[in-house]
């Protein structure tokens, strides 16, 4: 290990590690934008990052590093021996598309990673702190592949028809000149499948469990973060007993009961399970905020003569909106998001979930375009609902934390 901590050795290691990582990624990303052959060449793309890992001990500024990393990597490839090697066919467009990512995505953070570093024998800090900063861009490289790549591959599938996804299913590359005539899959689920009404079905039910969660969660978690009672402490711990017991070994005793009562392959069914599963996470992150808010402020209330029922309505409840809004948005996606239950309950089409329409998709009988537009339809809205809300959420979680 003391032998990597010299600039001269950290900083090509780096650098070919980095470049591979780079080169690799733009080869799955041309490949799926193109069509056409792209893989990373390991030997190409190791020397190439080394020597411009060397050059960053000198040009210690991004975009000046950024450009030299660019020239050499075009050049490299140029005469076949660069990071990424690409098959017949590729446009010239393609090349140079491919040689700017893998350059500018090379050099630039590269010049980040070795701010500070020598070239001669490093310590400890400037050493560890080029390695976490290469292991955080790689983190984030990694993470956000795992992320995009499915829901890309998910979206372009949607987008194509089957003649085309039979004749090359791994081209994911899309025709623009088609127009409006690309969301064909989309128009056919709400026109001939009912994906409309299975939007509406799941959002309602949605904002009902959303609703009936609250309803009892706020009373249970006030009472358990602020009232005394025997067995309030064991009650504390137990909220979550409920997630160790896997709900598909439920399945068996909810169905049974559902069909004995008549509440199978109903919304009213449904509604009543859902709470069922998402009021002790309500409970568990309710009670803790309520127990991080001043109880002075209560207890001053209940002296000016309200009741109980009054102070959590005119006092408590107000401040809790930032965590009311966090749990609330947290039951929305559990709800939307459900399936087990809804593939398990529901069977008349007029009543499925959005879930469970896109579960009756799944057949040999259904161009597979329409089963990735179904998902599309689920996944996008509940996305953009999170990112969108995503700041208040991560609010209400954490204002609870601290106690005052």
Known sequence: MKYLRFGFV??????????????????????????????????????????????????????????????????????????????????????????LFV?????????VFLKGVEPGALNRH???GAVIQFLMGFGYIF??????????????????NQSELILNPLDFSIDLSKGWGLFRSYVELVRD????????????ISVLTVLFTLLFAVPGAYAVARLRFKGQAVFSRSILLIYMVPMIV????IYIAFSMTGLRNSITGIVMIYPVTTIPVALYMLQGYFRGLPAEIEEAGLMDGL??????????????LPALASVSLYVFMIAWNEFLLAFMLLD????????RGIASLNSSEIPRQHLMAGSVIATVPIMALFLGLERFMTKGLTAGSVKG
């Open 10 to 99: 950290t900083a090509p290691l780096i650098g070919a590690l980095w470049m591979f990582v780079i080169a690799t990624t733009v080869s799955v990303a041309m490949s799926f934008v193109t069509g056409a052959a792209f893989r990373p060449g390991a030997l190409g793309s190791l020397g190439l990052g080394a020597v411009i890992g060397l050059a960053g001990l000198y040009l210690s500024r991004p975009w000046a590093l950024a450009l030299v990393a660019t020239g050499l990597t075009a050049a490299v490839m140029a005469a076949g021996l660069g990071p990424v090697l690409m098959g017949e066919g590729v446009s010239p467009i393609a090349f140079s598309l491919t040689a």
């Open 103 to 111: 350059g500018a995505g090379t050099g630039w953070p590269v010049a």
């Open 126 to 128: 400037q050493f560890e």
């Open 143 to 160: 993470f956000t592949a795992i992320v995009l790549i499915p829901f890309y591959v998910m979206v372009m599938t949607s987008l194509k």
């Open 193 to 204: 499948f009912r994906f409309g009404e299975y939007m509406w079905t799941s959002f309602y």
């Open 250 to 253: 439920l399945a068996l005793p």
């Open 307 to 320: 009741s109980r029922l009054q102070v959590i309505w005119k006092i408590t409840l107000p401040l809790s």
């Open 348 to 355: 008349d089409p007029s009543k499925f979930t959005l879930t």
